[in-house]
């Protein structure tokens, strides 16, 4: 009984926790858009102010909030049902919507650049941004190549897993570290009458949308980092299962049984000949009686 209520009040505070992030992750896109639209030129794609408008837009959105559902779709609890490999294709499909949308910010980003004749890869920002897409692509051709498609070994499965993850969660914080880093740039590039150092409303507005990056980045990090909020372990056995494979995790375990099944029925046979064996003399010793 006690343990099942520890369960309960877990999951009661797993998914206060999700309400909580999926409420602030929305509501920082919301926040975005009206950055955009209230305080800079809104959004359009002819090389001004306003395609570049879609880099924070695309980056929030995507890179940021898709990219952290996609990391604790695992971990939500009605989903434990469904089938691992339809959860694994669900977690690609999330994250590769999450890096087209950071491909394409980019691109709005270099075509801005080039039409003003603007400098581009000289910021901090840029190189750790730049870094963390190429990262991520290759995070998502890895996971595709090792976890979706049937040919790579379970050792192999075995081993990249962890890396896998650590990664994945790396490169989760540093999106929203560069996050911050570009709203801050462009807040003292952009803000000259009044300053930047005044704290105009947008300053303070722009300021606040930092803030819920950091809640949401903090809240997912937390979600994907609690052991006994992970997905069963004989349904991760099943994840890492090649097509018509052994379950990792399990062969030791069911070789095991298919020997302690063995022992059992030589062990029954035995004893129905030994039984038989017993049979036949006293059956000998009836008979020579009558």
């Not at 609890?77 to 669900?90: A, D, H, N, Q, V």
């Not at 990792?248 to 099944?261: F, K, L, P, Q, V």
Request: overall charge positive; some cysteine.
């Amino acid at each position: 009984a006690v343990h099942g209520a520890r369960k309960m009040e877990d999951y009661g505070r797993f998914l206060a926790l999700l309400v909580s992030a999926l409420l602030v992750g929305f509501v920082a896109v919301i926040l975005s858009l009206v950055w955009v639209f209230h305080y800079r030129e809104g959004l359009s794609w002819d090389g001004g102010a306003g395609e570049f408008n879609w880099h924070p837009v695309l980056i929030i959105t995507g890179f940021v909030f898709i990219q952290g559902i996609a990391i604790i779709v695992y971990r939500l609890p009605w989903t434990w049902k469904c089938s691992k490999l339809l959860m694994k294709f669900i977690h690609a499909g999330l994250n590769t919507i999450a890096m087209i949308l950071a491909i394409v910010s980019l691109v709005a980003v270099f075509e801005y650049h080039n039409a003003s004749n603007i400098p581009n890869m000289y910021s901090l920002h840029s190189w750790i941004g730049l870094a963390a897409v190429i990262f991520y692509s290759l995070q998502l051709f890895l996971g595709f190549a090792v976890f979706l498609l049937p040919f790579a070994p379970v050792p192999l499965r075995r081993a990249v897993m962890p890396i896998h993850v650590y990664s994945g969660l790396t490169i989760f914080a540093t999106v929203i570290a560069t996050a911050l880093m570009g709203i801050t740039e462009k807040l003292i590039f952009a803000l000259k009458d009044p300053a930047y150092s005044t704290s105009p409303p947008e300053g303070t507005f722009v300021n606040c949308l930092g803030l819920l990056l950091v809640i949401f980045g903090a809240l997912i990090l937390w979600m994907a980092s609690r052991p006994h909020w992970k997905r069963p372990p004989e349904e991760n056995a099943k994840a890492l299962l090649p097509i018509g494979g052994t379950p990792e995790g399990t062969e030791a375990e069911s070789t095991m049984t298919d020997r302690s099944h063995a022992d059992k029925a030589d062990l029954r046979i035995n004893t129905d000949a030994a039984r038989k064996q017993n049979l036949k003399p006293d059956e000998a010793a009836q008979r020579s009686t009558m």
